[in-house]
C-alpha cells in the first residue's frame, strides 16, 4: 500500500519570500504521478504541480517547483515569492500510473500542511 | 465551462438516517470521483465512476455507495449515518481518456459539508 506523509502540519512565511513545503512517500511502484493540491479556506482544491515519476527534471509551474527525489521518494513543494493568495492548506498527493482503462479517480493524500502567508 | 458543483452544500442530518449527496462533473468529463475529508483521517478515496460503472473503491464500509447516470452525473449515498461520518465530502471529475498512460487532472467541487448528530 501506498503512503504520504507530510511533517509540517503548519507553516508560516512572510510575503515574498520563500518558502518550502516537504512530503516523503512510499511505494513500491515504478511508475507513479505526485501532485500538489492547494486547498484555499474557500474549500475548493486546485491542482498546483504535478510530476510524473519517469521524469528526472523537476517540474515548475511559475513560483511554484519541485524537488523530486525518487530514490528517497521526497517530494517538496517550493513557493517562490509568496504571495497573500497562497495561504491555505497544501496536498502532497500520489497515483499509480494509469493503465488502459484504469481507474484514475484513486489519489492517496498526505495530511496536510497549513499555509499561512504574513504581509 | 462551468466548473464541477455539489449540492447541496451544506447538510445536516441525524443518526440513523440515510443522505444522498450529488455532483455534476465539468461537461465532457466521464469519470467522477469521491473524497471523504475529516480533520482527523485526512482525505480518503470512496470510490470512482466511469461510464456508469464503479471502476474503483476505497476501504469504507457498504454503508457508502454511490452510482453515475448516463449523463456522467454522480450520485453518494450513506445509509445508517454515524457521528464519525461527519466530514466534507468532495467530488472529482476528469475527462478519463481511454488511452493507457494518459494522465487527465482531476477537477474538485467546492464539496457538501455533512454534519451528523
Known amino acids: 500500500a501506498q503512503t504520504v506523509t507530510q511533517s509540517q502540519p503548519e507553516m508560516s512565511v512572510q510575503e515574498a519570500e520563500t518558502v518550502t513545503l516537504s512530503c516523503t512517500y512510499d511505494?513500491?511502484?515504478?511508475?507513479?504521478?505526485l501532485f500538489w493540491y492547494k486547498q484555499p479556506p474557500s474549500r475548493q482544491m486546485i491542482l498546483v504541480i504535478r510530476?510524473?515519476?519517469?521524469?528526472?527534471q523537476n517540474a515548475t509551474e511559475n513560483r511554484f517547483s519541485v524537488n523530486f527525489q525518487k530514490a528517497a521518494k521526497s517530494f517538496s513543494l517550493k513557493i517562490s515569492d509568496s504571495q497573500l493568495g497562497d495561504t491555505a492548506m497544501y496536498f502532497c498527493?500520489?497515483?499509480?500510473?494509469?493503465?488502459?482503462?484504469?481507474?484514475?479517480?484513486?489519489?492517496?493524500f498526505g495530511k496536510g500542511t497549513k499555509l499561512s502567508v504574513k504581509p | 465551462k462551468a466548473g464541477v458543483t455539489q449540492t447541496p452544500r451544506y447538510l445536516i442530518k441525524t443518526r440513523g438516517q440515510q443522505v444522498t449527496l450529488s455532483c455534476s462533473p465539468i461537461?465532457?468529463?466521464?469519470?467522477v470521483s469521491w473524497y471523504q475529508q475529516t480533520p482527523g483521517q485526512g482525505l480518503q478515496f470512496l470510490f470512482e465512476y466511469f461510464s456508469e460503472t464503479q471502476r474503483n473503491k476505497g476501504n469504507f464500509p457498504g454503508r457508502f455507495s454511490g452510482r453515475q447516470f448516463s449523463n456522467s452525473r454522480s450520485e453518494m449515498n450513506v445509509s445508517t449515518l454515524e457521528l464519525g461520518d461527519s466530514a466534507l465530502y468532495l467530488c472529482?471529475?476528469?475527462?478519463?481518456?481511454?488511452?493507457?498512460?494518459?494522465?487527465?487532472?482531476?477537477?474538485f467541487g467546492p464539496g457538501t459539508r455533512l454534519t451528523v448528530l
Open positions: 510530476q510524473e515519476a519517469y521524469k528526472q
Open positions: 472529482a471529475s476528469s475527462l478519463a481518456q481511454t488511452s493507457g498512460g494518459i494522465w487527465d487532472e482531476q477537477f
Open positions: 498527493a500520489f497515483m499509480k500510473h494509469v493503465s488502459y482503462g484504469g481507474s484514475q479517480g484513486n489519489l492517496i
Open positions: 511505494t513500491s511502484e515504478s511508475n507513479y504521478y
Open positions: 461537461s465532457g468529463h466521464r469519470s
